[in-house]
């Protein structure tokens, strides 16, 4: 399974852009990046999703480079509420269809007022 | 929708004693999923199911056992609870691109 690397820690200024970096040499052509963040203890959440073009929705944007080994997740207008540990996933798909998610340590993002 | 819910929230067990760990979601997933998270640790999959009937092995199985009668419950069971079993469970579901996951059950086991 491709591996992802990423800080353990980063800090962020409150209404401040908060770019997160992955590594993830080792993707394969048909695997997607995904990254869910957890807040405090509870389950994690998706966030957003890409296989090579970039991607926005209404929570970030995605940078994934030309080579597809790393990728950045962009929080434009970071809040106190975004400080999470943020994980970036390579998803596998199984044989059977379904998919696997390989969670890392992630990220612990603090967005400081 | 009441999204992913599960139960007991909190729960200390003994070594030895068995409990079942129940999930249950609303949404008509057919795709669902346990997940157990160590202290400072990612997730890791310990069983999944494509649908009522059908379940498969994740990354950590040993000790867990799972069933599928139902779209909705897809219950976990530890037999015999031991001390590696010390941790927080997660159930998710899954539609398309998108897992939603529960609130979590913390176990210790002592």
């Known amino acids: 399974d491709a591996k992802t690397t990423q800080p353990p820690s980063m800090d962020c200024a409150e209404g401040r852009a908060a770019n997160l970096p992955c590594n993830h040499s080792?993707?394969?052509?048909?695997?997607?990046v995904y990254w869910y963040r957890q807040i405090h203890s509870q389950g994690p959440q998706y966030i957003i999703h890409?296989?090579?073009n970039n991607e926005t929705n209404e929570m970030a944007s995605l940078i994934i480079t030309e080579d597809r080994k790393s990728s950045t997740l962009i929080l434009p207008h970071a809040t106190l509420r975004d400080t999470a540990v943020y994980y970036c996933?390579?998803?596998?798909?199984?044989?059977?269809?379904?998919?696997?998610?390989?969670f890392g340590k992630g990220t612990k993002l603090t967005v400081n007022p | 929708n009441a999204g992913v819910t599960q139960t007991p929230k909190f729960r200390i067990l003994k070594i030895g004693q068995s409990m079942t760990l129940q999930c249950t979601q609303d949404?008509?997933?057919?795709?669902m999923y346990w997940y157990r998270q160590d202290p400072g640790m990612g997730l890791k999959l310990i069983y999944y199911?494509?649908?009522?009937?059908?379940?498969d092995k994740g990354e950590v199985p040993n000790g867990y056992n799972v069933s599928r009668s139902t779209t909705e419950d897809f219950p976990l069971r530890l037999e015999l609870a031991a001390p590696s079993q010390t941790s927080v469970y997660f159930c998710?579901?899954?539609?398309?691109?998108?897992?939603?996951f529960g609130p979590g059950t913390r176990l210790t086991v002592l």
């Open positions: 996933i390579v998803r596998v798909v199984t044989q059977g269809g379904s998919e696997k998610l390989v």
């Open positions: 199911s494509v649908g009522a009937g059908i379940t």
């Open positions: 080792t993707i394969s052509g048909n695997e997607y």
């Open positions: 998710a579901s899954r539609f398309r691109n998108e897992q939603f």
């Open positions: 890409g296989l090579k």
């Open positions: 949404m008509n997933h057919n795709y």
